[in-house]
């Protein structure tokens, strides 16, 4: 059974950081990617970043590029999203999911809705 387990969702104030961590279990880790998605009320779902652990590559949505870093540790099946210079638009449930899938491209990644898997959530909120 696939599971995902998000982590690291807070309250922060403008400009700061916050790193979110999902723990990937009951699947061939390196046959997917894994991305994080996020959604704010009344807001369409938008796929934040995403990596593909066969070789690392890696996708960043223009709203987050620069601030945003998205990373693997494989060893523990772990997804790291690390987020700095975070503003209140970041505001959202970020959720983490999977899809079988190879090297991401320029124009070659999941979108926000064709994961498979997903995790239960974590909630960001940036305000002062």
């Known amino acids: 059974e696939v599971q995902l387990v998000e982590s690291g969702g807070g309250l922060v104030q403008p400009g700061g950081s916050l790193r979110l961590s999902c723990a990937a279990s009951?699947?061939?880790?390196?046959?997917?990617?894994i991305g994080w998605i996020r959604q704010a009320p009344g807001k369409e779902r938008e796929g934040v970043s995403c990596?593909?652990?066969?070789?690392?590559?890696?996708y960043y949505a223009d709203s987050v590029e620069g601030r945003f870093t998205i990373s693997s540790d494989n060893a523990k099946n772990t997804v790291y999203l690390q987020m700095n210079n975070l503003k209140p638009e970041d505001t959202a449930v970020y959720y983490c999911?999977?899809?079988?899938?190879?090297?991401?491209?320029?124009?070659?990644?999941?979108?926000?809705?064709?994961?498979?898997?997903w995790g239960q959530g974590t909630q960001v909120t940036v305000s002062s």
């Open positions: 999911a999977a899809v079988r899938w190879g090297p991401l491209g320029t124009i070659w990644y999941p979108g926000p809705y064709e994961y498979d898997s």
């Open positions: 990596i593909s652990i066969s070789d690392g590559s890696t």
């Open positions: 009951g699947f061939t880790f390196d046959d997917y990617a």
